[in-house]
């Protein structure tokens, strides 16, 4: 094997591994020289926002690192719920502008639903 | 009238109902939600007459089995929002509207969402304002506002005596089956309305056994046929439940939910769902969403509304009229 053609595998590893992190399409990494310590399992103090408008979900898939901590606010005139299907998290009522925040701290995929209006689905992905 | 004729105008009726293209005809007028005018077979003829003179001194009128009763629904105690911010008052003006009739039902139905968040404070408002109401017999059945609380445990405390599960039942009154359904608990995710195993298997036992002959109304909040899916307005398992009173005469399916008039015929059952008390919700698929929609002020009381139900003993059929709160021709 000569150099030329490994180039890519003979990088240092920190590099590797922020080049890894640049294409897993995560949004919320902070740029951090100590690449080293940085694992999966480390938490974040990431947060995202989903809003309740229109009897929806928006966005209705939503995307965070370990750790971070999604708030739900209910823009509309009527109350709904966020409730997990697999029974992971569970919202009080929400009336109109009240808020519901659940921190993830496991990789994985959360549907739920409203409870209230069963049709009203969505998806955080956590990863 | 000699024998023979009677004999023909009854066969008539009976024709009539049997064949459903004239009762058909006959429930489009009752579409109609203007000033409540009653369309009623006389003779195996239609006729209109005025509310208060359907039952007046007419001899087809007036048999000591027929009887009316009152539907009102989605009273959402505790909204305030801008399409209607007074729903207390509005349930007071149909409350009156009840009150000023003059065949004075025999009980009132409330096909749900009685509260807005189910919060103690709302039923006992609503319970301050139904005390004004002339009929002292009230029927529920919950709508999903209702269950916002550990699952419904405030509504079957006050509103669940003598039902079972989430709060269904049965009763008699004069000759005609009602059961109260509920189709708003342990809804699944991308689903509507549900009535669920238990609550089936035990309609099943319910109306079993009783003769065909007899008037079936079956009421429950959430339309128990599909109006428009995407909006979650229909029952996912309602073709089961509606399989167990086929072989019935006379089936009448109240509903409430969509806060708009809609009726199906099909064959022996009419479905039909009432106006809110509270605010209109808008035609499906003319909006983003179902949900509060707001219309001028001077409008409000004509999108609101009740339904008076007659049953006729002659016809053996249950006439629905809709009147909103308000007329709207002077």
């Known amino acids: 094997m000569t150099k030329k053609t490994l180039r890519f595998a003979s990088l240092p590893v920190p590099v590797l591994i922020a080049l890894l992190l640049l294409f897993s399409g995560s949004r919320s990494v902070e740029a951090n020289d100590q690449t080293n310590n940085q694992t999966k399992d480390q938490p974040s103090s990431a947060s995202a926002e989903v809003a309740i408008d229109n009897f929806s979900f928006g966005p209705q898939t939503l995307t965070v690192p370990v750790g971070a901590t999604v708030t739900w606010t209910n823009r509309d005139d009527i109350p709904h719920t966020v409730v997990s299907t697999d029974g992971v998290f569970k919202s009080k009522v929400r009336d109109t502008d009240e808020k519901f925040s659940y921190t993830f701290t496991k990789a994985g995929t959360y549907p739920y639903f409203c409870s209230v209006h069963p049709k009203m689905t969505g998806k955080v992905v956590v990863q | ?330």
Request: aromatic share 8%.
């Open chain 2, 1 to 330: 009238m000699t024998n023979k004729k009677q004999d023909l105008i009854d066969q008539d009726l009976q024709d009539l109902n049997n064949d459903g293209v004239d009762r058909r005809g006959f429930l489009k007028c009752m579409a109609w939600a203007g000033t409540g005018l009653v369309w009623t077979m006389s003779g195996g003829i239609p006729a209109s007459r005025a509310f208060g003179k359907i039952y007046g001194k007419d001899k087809d009128s007036g048999k000591s089995g027929d009887f009316t009763f009152v539907q009102i629904s989605d009273s959402h105690i505790g909204f305030n929002k801008p399409a209607n911010p007074d729903v207390t008052a509005t349930l007071q003006t149909a409350i009156h509207k009840i009150d000023a009739m003059p065949q004075k039902p025999d009980f009132i139905i409330h096909t749900g969402d009685l509260s807005q968040l189910s919060k103690p404070s709302e039923f006992d408002t609503l319970d301050q304002a139904l005390k004004g109401a002339a009929a002292k017999q009230i029927y529920f059945v919950p709508g999903e506002h209702d269950m916002l609380s550990d699952n419904g445990a405030e509504y079957l405390q006050r509103f669940g005596k003598g039902t079972q599960g989430s709060g269904w039942y049965s009763f008699d009154h004069k000759g005609v089956h009602f059961v109260g359904l509920v189709n708003v608990a342990n809804l699944k995710a991308g689903g509507m309305g549900s009535l669920g195993h238990e609550q089936l298997e035990w309609l099943e036992k319910d109306v079993k056994g009783r003769s065909a002959s007899t008037p079936i109304v079956l009421f429950a909040h959430i339309p128990l046929w599909t109006i428009y899916p995407d909006w979650g307005w229909g029952t996912d398992d309602s073709e089961q439940a509606l399989s167990y009173v086929k072989r019935f005469g006379s089936v009448t399916v109240l509903n409430g939910h969509i806060h708009q008039i809609m009726q199906k015929v099909e064959g022996k059952v009419s479905f039909h769902t009432a106006m809110s008390t509270a605010f209109p919700q808008p035609a499906p698929g003319t909006a983003p969403s179902a949900g509060p929609m707001k219309v001028p002020a001077d409008q409000l009381q004509r999108v609101l509304g009740i339904t008076d139900v007659n049953y006729l003993v002659s016809a053996r059929s249950l006439a629905v009229v809709d009147s909103p709160l308000a007329d709207s021709t002077p």
